[in-house]
T-cell receptor, first 116, second 115 residues
């Protein structure tokens, strides 16, 4: 079946613009994660959803970052008033369940955000 | 206490050789240690994972060695091939008892296998 898809794949924004990044998880996956991957670094956790509930947003770097998953499937990560330090690849991952041996996280290809 | 430290930053290995990447963690509550492989322009993909109740896990050419007392684990790639050239990330997580199961990643190792 289809994997995790993300759109757009590339986004260029001028400093101060708002952006919205979309994630389509694998159908039926309960858990959805957003990670931020800076150039040459490992992914860093941003936020986590279990169905439509945002259970952990401890990794969101500022109140300019907002994520939602209103119907428990597609998720959107929104960044308001983008800054140059927001430039990174934003990865979405989904897993079938929360916890346990079936919690392998499947990653999408990411959205590369460049803020000029 | 949430960090995972990974070394080396980059690695060059001849075809047929053994690639070894090391990681160390601090949080003794972690109970799941996966390795991810990432090709340019792609998202990370799970390669192999281990839980702390075993000291070694082998899948094909890939082996994880785990030392619970030292809080260290490593990935060994036997008979390395040019197609293995990628960035490898170790990670740690709470599989049970945590609400998030978020992955804490190392900084990555860029592996180049020369033909």
């Amino acid at each position: 079946g289809a994997g995790v898809s993300q759109s757009p794949r590339y986004k260029v924004a001028k400093r101060g613009q708002d952006v919205a990044l979309r994630c389509d998880p694998i159908s039926g996956h309960v858990s959805l994660f957003w990670y931020q991957q800076a150039l040459g670094q490992g992914p860093e956790f941003l936020t986590y959803f279990q169905n439509e509930a945002q259970l952990d947003k401890s990794g969101l770097p500022s109140d300019r970052f907002f994520a939602e998953r209103p119907e428990g499937s597609v998720s959107t990560l929104k960044i308001q008033r983008t800054q140059q330090e927001d430039s990174a690849v934003y990865l979405c991952a989904s897993s079938l369940v929360t916890g346990g041996v079936l919690n392998e996280q499947f990653f999408g290809p990411g959205t590369r955000l460049t803020v000029l | 206490q949430q960090q995972v430290k990974q070394s080396p930053q980059s690695l060059i290995v001849q075809k047929g050789g053994i690639s070894i990447i090391n990681c160390a963690y601090e949080n003794t509550a972690f109970d799941y240690f996966p390795w991810y492989q990432q090709f340019p322009g792609k998202g990370p993909a799970l390669l192999i994972a281990i839980r702390p109740d075993v000291s070694e896990k082998k899948e094909g050419r890939f082996t994880i060695s785990f030392n619970k007392s030292a809080k260290q684990f490593s990935l060994h790639i036997m008979d390395s091939q040019p197609g293995d050239s990628a960035t490898y990330f170790c990670a740690a997580s709470l599989l049970y008892g945590g609400a998030t199961n978020k992955l804490i990643f190392g900084t990555g190792t860029l592996l180049a296998v020369q033909p």
